[in-house]
């Protein structure tokens, strides 16, 4: 077992089309001391997304070599892609002196909180399922089979809401980034050490 004392781990998930994204990027905007985690997937890159930036970009192949090689500190497949946290990438940013904020689902946020102490787990929530279905169908990028996934996905993410510490409501998005800040603050004065097994 390692410890790391300075610094926290935030882990952030919420189903698609609950704002998380917006969120995320607004805490990351107003807090310099909090550094997103960059996953790597070998899903494709949507437009704008940068390598490196959004996500490592990476083939099945290497996603593999890297599972095999014991890289990741959580890892999950959605909606048939891989997805994983670099658990180098993660101590880089805690070792240079900065919070790290990771946005995983809840496959990847259960697999942290078995194998670690100390993070941080928070869900972001709609304030309902129906809600949340207006939302992915007002986005109208939705075909009819990838809306039901999701939705049946969201269900899926949302039923793991006991575990998280904090559950954020999305009912009013400035609401909801006010409520994330606080909870980071409020963590930001426990002094709790990360820790984590060497993998
Ligand atoms: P997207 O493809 O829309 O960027 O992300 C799809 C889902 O994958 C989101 O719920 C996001 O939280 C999750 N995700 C992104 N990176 C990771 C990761 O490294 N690990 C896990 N477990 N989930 C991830």
Known sequence: MSENSQRRVFVVSGPSGVGKTTIIKRILEGNPDIELSVSSTTRQPRDGEVDGIDYFFIDRAEFERKLQE???LEWATVYGNYYGTMF????KILQSGTNAL??????GAMQIKKITRGALFVLIAPPSLESLAGRLRNRGSESEESFAMRMARAQHELSFRDEYDRVVVNDDMEVAIADLQAIIDAARKESVPFIYETP
Do not use: A, N, P
């Open 70 to 72: 014991k890289e990741y």
């Open 88 to 91: 180098s990438h993660v101590m």
């Open 102 to 107: 990771l946005d995983v689902d809840s496959q």
